[in-house]
């Protein structure tokens, strides 16, 4: 594919996105269809895609309209690129620009980071982040870095650094985590290397890392992970410590990968029903990581920021404070609940708690905190609550 036919198989897809489909569905979709395209026009066209999504407003402003042609003009503009080049004409490139798109292409491409957040969360992040939101959307709308957890049960983060490289992946330890990698040069390589493929080291984000590193994990613990989706956090916290870990969600569905990714990092995972889990002794560590917005991870989903509603906040909230409320039950005397979220927004976090706490007075927040894009990762909240 030319550059230019990449751009028009961009704006097609992102006029789909718009109309309601789902990115990443529309993306697969796409590439399943067209065996034309190589894995370079794929990355590229995705990578059209996803800037577009993560700056849609003031790439729509600039190109002069909310569509996929006026959205990816206005990128191509705030990026400096020759979009009358591209815009070149049928049969595989777009339409040649018109005279005022080209009057466009001549103004300025200022742009003020906020305006690629939803008006509504503002205040919401104007109270997480202080001062610093604007360094946060900004980073909001740039590509996330791509980052890896070195399991330390079957390597140290040097000698993993020594592998990825000989297999053409390099990466540099992150400080927010002892287990964190930062892959530099070849991140689309990482899955098919045998460091990831012998369980070696895993995809997870630096923040997800940190807050693992935080539990104060101790071996021959009975530890739970009351929301475990893929398994990311239980397999992290399987990689530094032994102990006996259990793993549930209320779909379990979710779960169906994990006992391979067990198997391939070396870790014994338990994976119960609720019933089960009721009639189990309790656990020394509970962990939540709960259902949320995401709004922490949304440079990686972008079009999640713009589907995301008020109505969706407050069915959240609900059914974190009904997760938080059963899982406490499970929590031995002396042990930790941890109530996690990637969210930025304090009715998924703070709030929560002070609520939690409000209901159950004989528990007390050991600790909490906010992780922030500007620290080099994605957001992400942790509170520790343990029993007074």
């Not at 098919?192 to 104060?216: C, K, M, P």
């Not at 930025?344 to 007390?364: K, R, V």
Request: proline residues 5%.
């Amino acid at each position: 594919m030319t550059p230019a036919a990449r751009v028009q198989t961009a704006i097609e897809l992102l006029d789909q996105i718009l109309a309601g489909a789902p990115a990443e569905k529309t993306l697969t979709g796409w590439a399943r269809k067209s065996r034309f395209a190589g894995s370079k026009d794929r990355a590229a066209v995705r990578d059209h895609v996803y800037d577009a999504l993560r700056r849609r407003q003031s790439a729509a402003r600039i190109g002069g309209a909310l569509t996929g042609r006026g959205i990816l003009l206005g990128l191509l503009i705030q990026d400096g690129a020759d979009a009358d080049a591209l815009f070149s004409g049928p049969p595989y490139a777009p339409e040649p620009l018109s005279d005022l798109e080209k009057e466009m292409m001549s103004s300025s491409a200022d742009v003020a980071p906020l305006e690629d957040i939803p008006e509504w969360m503002l205040p919401m992040l104007q109270d997480t982040l202080g001062d610093e939101i604007d360094e946060n959307v900004q980073q909001m709308r740039q590509r996330a870095p791509v980052f890896l957890r070195v399991n330390l049960q079957k390597t140290t983060v040097e000698h993993a650094v020594l592998q990825l490289k000989d297999e053409g992946v390099l990466a540099e330890p992150h400080p927010l985590s002892d287990t964190a990698l930062r892959v530099t040069e070849g991140a689309r390589r990482v899955s098919n290397t045998e460091t990831f493929r012998d369980g070696y080291v895993e995809l997870q984000d630096v923040s997800s890392q940190a807050a693992i590193q935080s539990l104060s994990l101790k071996t021959g613990m009975r530890v739970l992970d009351f929301c475990a989706g893929g398994g990311g956090k239980v397999l992290a916290m399987a990689g530094r410590c032994e102990a006996t870990y259990v793993a549930h969600d209320a779909n379990a569905a979710r779960m169906k990968d994990l006992p391979l990714r067990g198997k391939r990092a070396g870790a014994a995972i338990q994976i119960k029903s609720l019933e089960d889990i009721e009639k189990d002794a309790k656990f020394d560590l509970v962990f939540c990581d709960v259902p949320c917005s995401g709004s922490g991870t949304w440079r990686r989903t972008p079009d999640a920021k713009w589907r995301f509603q008020k109505e969706d906040l407050e069915a959240l909230t609900v059914l974190q404070a009904e997760i938080l409320q059963t899982a406490s039950r499970f929590v031995e005397a002396g042990g930790i609940l941890a109530y996690a979220t990637c969210s930025l927004f304090p009715p998924e976090n703070s709030d929560q708690i002070a609520a939690f706490l409000a209901q159950n007075p004989d528990w007390q927040c050991v600790s909490e905190r906010q992780w922030r894009l500007d620290e080099g990762a994605d957001g992400f909240y942790l509170a520790k609550l343990a029993r007074t």
